[in-house]
DNA sequence: TCTCATACTGTGTATTTATACAGTATAAAT
DNA sequence: ATTTATACTGTATAAATACACAGTATGAGA
């Protein structure tokens, strides 16, 4: 997909925010006031380009008539993580779920497809999405998504300090993970937020 | 608030669904087109009546400027449900959650909020949100509501005949419900389409 | 009986909106 | 050196749209 401009980018994110905080797409005037143009024709030739890369599709003789491409919108489930890649390569993300609203606490990142069944006594169970987060700032007690030497597993914080860190399966078939940060490289990938389930 | 005749109910259907659908609500000569008024004030009226009554708010001046009142909006969470009460009774409603999105495998009616451990061993603990569609067409294996002599309970449906139904607990520390449907009152109040669990 | 809400058709129009065309200017690509 | 993409202003206009006003018809309530 081609990329975007600064100007380019600024656009779609303000078309995305309007439409979920008023309900509708802008009109080019707005878009040309909100950003100071003094013709509506910048904000038409920003459509264009947008539409031609494919971010949006323009729906000709309508007004309002602007959709952002579904591709970019949703939250993108991140199933089997090849050992070594980022969380959220192409190669990991299996689909995308349209999810828009105050579900979790905090903004979903992305949905891991949880394997296995060592958080099952917390009630996360093999094929559950946990929604995560990425920021680094989880406090002990956490569930959180942590990367041991290129393995990504889900677990909760149950110690950490500058030599060690301790991870706690819930579930007592399984032992603590002991990580000896000097010599293991250790990283937090994220905060889990909540979980959904889906019967089918 | 003021009820819906069944036209204006379905006119403010139809423009829920060109909002998830299209992405934008629908101007007056499309709703027209729709229910097949020969005049796009007939849409124009009707629109002016669910404003009047609350259920819309009208944007004046603005191509499409039609917004859903948010406290009709998302999906009803249904909390302790009274002995004896509709479950979706104004009453029982704790709060609504903004959701829309093909999240789950058919469209949720309400969530419920899980009370004791019952069904533990399925990942469904104290407190977690489970999606509920209303139809009464479920299956053997299917976690249902039931309704038994106005206890509102959550389980798995093992056994049903014309006599004799069976709830299972998931939880090996509770026992079977059987239940003789000649002497007691059931009632199949939806099946569980899946779960919905928030950390904070 | 009269009023009022509902549910439409039919016409008209001011305003909103999309969108083309003509320019200016800059930076990157060929 | 010339094209091409980006990023604007400015003008213009056909089409889309909101929305008012004038009717017709029906059923409920006062």
């Known amino acids: 997909m081609r990329t975007l401009t600064t100007r380019q980018s600024e656009i779609l994110t303000f078309i995305s925010k309007v439409i979920s905080t008023e309900g509708m797409p802008p009109t080019r005037k707005e878009i040309a006031q909100k950003f100071g143009f003094k013709s509506a024709n910048s904000a038409e030739e920003h459509l264009k380009a947008l ?20 591709s970019f919108l949703g939250i993108p489930i991140v199933g089997s993580v090849a050992a070594g890649s980022p969380l959220l390569a192409v190669e990991n993300v299996e689909e995308r779920i349209e999810f828009n609203g105050n579900i979790f606490s905090d903004s979903v990142d992305y949905f891991l497809r949880v394997k296995g069944d060592s958080m099952n006594e917390v009630g996360i169970i093999e094929g559950d999405l946990i929604a995560i987060n990425k920021r680094k700032d989880v406090k002990l007690g956490d569930i959180v998504v942590a990367r041991i030497n290129d393995d990504v597993t889900v677990k909760t914080l149950f110690h950490f300090d500058k030599k060690k860190v301790i991870l706690r399966p819930e579930n007592k078939n399984y032992k603590d993970i002991e990580i000896n940060t000097s010599i293991e490289s250790f990283d937090i990938e994220g905060k889990c937020l909540g979980v959904l389930r889906n019967y089918n």
């Open 51 to 70: 539409d031609k890369k494919g971010y949006i599709d323009l729906h000709g003789g309508t007004s309002r008539g602007i959709s952002i491409n579904r």
